[in-house]
């Protein structure tokens, strides 16, 4: 994912804008920030041509980017958060915001492409460490459930030990054998899907952080 366009507005005005590569995002933060106007919602992501906008409204103020990846919403969320704040640390532009002077609308652009071309360059890195994190995770479930397979085959070793013993085998029913036998191959099946299963979420994870090339 890259964030290839930034923003900050006052209702429609914007006040500082920063483009990485060329389109037209003028256009299309337009019409987003009208919506965000009429629907004030504190957060929004909208679907417009090949890129995703995100946006954060606080105190009538709108930060904006555009990212080319739907699946990933925690990067430009972090992004503009991270703008938001030094946005409101700044008391040149709380004072100025309403008609900002150019030095300060230029201060900001260079604040803009600072934090993309650090989230830019750090979300390879961030999702690789969230992938070894989901995939210990997932380690650690599978780990639990071949114990738990491992225990129910010890339970049932012991019992089909009990039903070779001339002793007992009087007292052990077939059926019983049998539906023990079904059970466990139950269970053999559930732990194939749940490989599967947790295969293909591996693979989704690797494609929607392109660690995958597609």
Known sequence: ?????????????????????????????????KLVLLRAEPKMMIQMGNFV????????ITYLCASDNALDILTPSAFLKNVSETFLKNPLMSQEHFSPSNAVAADFQQVLGEYMMKYNTNQVDSSISTLKSQVTDVKNVMTQNIDKILEREDRLNIFTDRTDDPQTTAKESP?????????WRKHCKKIIIISM??????????LSTNVIPT
């Open 1 to 33: 994912m890259t964030i290839t366009y930034s923003c900050i507005a006052n209702g429609r005005a914007v006040l500082a804008e920063l483009a990485l590569t060329g389109g037209s995002y003028q256009e299309a933060a337009a019409v987003v920030l």
């Open 175 to 183: 059926q019983t054998i049998q539906i023990l036998r079904r059970i």
């Open 197 to 206: 299963a947790i295969l293909l979420s591996i693979i989704i994870i690797l």
């Open 53 to 60: 906008y995100h946006t954060l409204l606080i105190d009538g």
